[in-house]
């Protein structure tokens, strides 16, 4: 079954750190560039980090700059959000969404999400 998994969520206080993984089964996540969303109740889903499929260049929003780092290890099909200084509007569920290139293009995976909560 191809899927993907997120894992790594949890309740921090603020200032606080976390990482988020995102693990792929039934797939390779060669070629795929991969994307963290998040989501609060009542929110569209917003992007905050996302890497490239070609030679992993990361992209960041603007509100997560300097706190939070996507990386990618192929070794364990895998990708990684950490999350540094933790603050309450990082408070959501964080999704990750791979999106194929090349051969794969148009191929699309969503994860089940993730729940971060910073504490105050």
């Known amino acids: 079954q191809e899927q993907l998994v997120e894992s790594g969520g949890g309740l921090v206080q603020a200032g606080g750190s976390l990482r988020l993984s995102c693990a792929a089964s039934?797939?390779?996540?060669?070629?795929?560039?991969i994307s963290w969303l998040r989501q609060d109740p009542g929110k569209e889903r917003e992007g905050v980090s996302c890497?490239?499929?070609?030679?992993?260049?990361?992209n960041y929003a603007d509100s997560v700059k300097g706190r939070f780092t996507i990386s990618r290890d192929n070794a364990k099909n895998a990708v990684y959000l950490q999350i540094d200084s933790l603050n309450p509007e990082d408070t959501g569920v964080y999704y990750c969404?791979?999106?194929?290139?090349?051969?794969?293009?148009?191929?699309?995976?969503w994860g089940q999400g993730t729940q971060v909560t910073a504490s105050l």
């Open positions: 969404y791979a999106d194929g290139a090349r051969r794969f293009r148009g191929r699309t995976y």
């Open positions: 039934g797939f390779s996540l060669d070629y795929y560039a």
């Open positions: 890497i490239s499929s070609a030679d992993d260049t990361p």
